[in-house]
């Protein structure tokens, strides 16, 4: 079993940033891919950025440009740089974790952090 604890989520004026932290624990393993998924009132979860244990990015079209995900490896953790916020990236922030081993795949995910821009 793996845990995710996010933070960093809170209330941001439209033009501003926030930074969103994901700290994974237990049954760690290597190679993975954590990413930051995120889903509005109504709407299905959908991907914001991925990044592989190697560094490897990919960025949903409507964020490429604003926001940045990185990992400390050492420290089992990614983040997400938020910046020029819009009304439309209020939502709940989820963290991913996915390995795999034996031809499983595991896939785990952080409780989520509301993230709320005004206009």
């Known amino acids: 079993q793996v845990q995710l604890a996010e933070s960093g989520g809170g209330l941001a004026q439209t033009g501003g940033s926030l930074r969103l932290s994901c700290a994974a624990s237990?049954?760690?393993?290597?190679?993975?891919?954590m990413g930051w998924y995120r889903q509005s009132p109504g709407k299905q979860r959908e991907l914001v950025a991925t990044?592989?244990?190697?560094?490897?990015?990919n960025y949903a079209d409507s964020v490429k440009g604003r926001f940045a995900i990185s990992r400390d490896n050492a420290k089992n953790a990614a983040y997400l740089q938020m910046n020029s916020l819009k009304p439309e990236d209020t939502a709940v922030y989820y963290c991913?974790?996915?390995?795999?081993?034996?031809?499983?795949?595991?896939?785990?995910w952080g409780q989520g952090t509301q993230v709320t821009v005004s206009a």
């Open positions: 990044i592989t244990s190697g560094g490897t990015v």
């Open positions: 237990g049954s760690v393993v290597s190679p993975n891919v």
């Open positions: 991913k974790h996915s390995s795999h081993s034996r031809g499983l795949v595991y896939d785990y």
